[in-house]
């Protein structure tokens, strides 16, 4: 089925460590790839987004990483801050109608 | 800066009430899209619409369920006859086609 998995469910990082979410993906068809940032809470926000056509894509301390043969994306979070506590959510555009289906989440505690 | 309003915030009502969500998407987002998040879990599409077609309603529980978006533009989702299982955050996003979607802050609903 159409279906998008996230691991792992909690990750804890001390502040200043990096930390890896990783996403697989279930339809080849797939173009879009993008991460949300959760806050307890609050709304789901855009924090990077990939296309197919491009392989990583960085933002200051946030990259993302994309293989379409083996179907995963990751996210990297490079000197993590206690900011950086939330939610993260992968998710990627599905089938005819490119419908956005969500991971299923990890939840980032950065100790200080 | 625009954003996706949705109303109301919080809704309370008993089982085998009806109730119903309004969402009003970004001007001129042709795509809308309706999620339920359960607490602790990733935001599950419940319907999808291009203008004012439904172009994905495959996990929508049409038995209790019903979406509309008349003019392609404002939306309501209702349940009837809600349930308790129903008890979720209800999470509208609007996104130009096939890019970021932009989520209003949702409407919590409790049945009791």
């Known amino acids: 089925g159409e279906n998008v998995e996230q691991h792992p469910s909690t990750l804890s990082v001390q502040e200043g460590d990096s930390a890896v979410i990783k996403c697989t993906y279930s339809?080849?068809?797939?173009?879009?790839f993008p991460w949300y940032k959760q806050e307890l809470g609050k709304r789901p926000q855009l924090i990077i987004d990939?296309?197919?056509?491009?392989g990583e894509k960085k933002d200051q301390r946030i990259a993302v990483t994309l293989n379409k043969t083996a179907k995963h994306f990751s996210l990297h979070i490079t000197e993590t801050q206690p900011e950086d506590s939330a939610v993260y959510f992968c998710?990627?555009?599905?089938?005819?109608?490119?419908?956005?289906?969500f991971g299923t989440g990890t939840l980032l505690a950065v100790q200080p | 800066e625009a954003e996706v309003a949705q109303s109301p915030r919080y809704k309370i009502t008993e089982k085998s009430q009806a109730v119903a969500f309004w969402c009003d998407p970004i001007?001129?987002?042709?795509?809308l899209y309706w999620y339920r998040q359960i607490l602790g879990q990733g935001p599950e599409l419940l319907v999808q619409?291009?203008?004012?077609?439904?172009?994905?309603d495959s996990q929508l529980p049409k038995d209790r369920f019903s979406a509309e978006r008349l003019k392609g533009v404002d939306s309501t989702l209702k349940i009837q006859p809600a349930e308790l299982g129903d008890s979720a955050m209800y999470l509208c996003?609007?996104?130009?086609?096939?890019?970021?979607?932009?989520f209003g802050q949702g409407t919590r609903l409790t049945v009791v």
């Open positions: 996003a609007s996104s130009p086609y096939n890019t970021e979607a932009f």
């Open positions: 990939i296309r197919s056509n491009v």
């Open positions: 001007s001129g987002h042709a795509t």
């Open positions: 619409f291009q203008d004012e077609s439904v172009v994905d």
């Open positions: 998710a990627a555009s599905l089938g005819a109608t490119n419908k956005l289906i």
């Open positions: 339809d080849s068809a797939s173009n879009y």
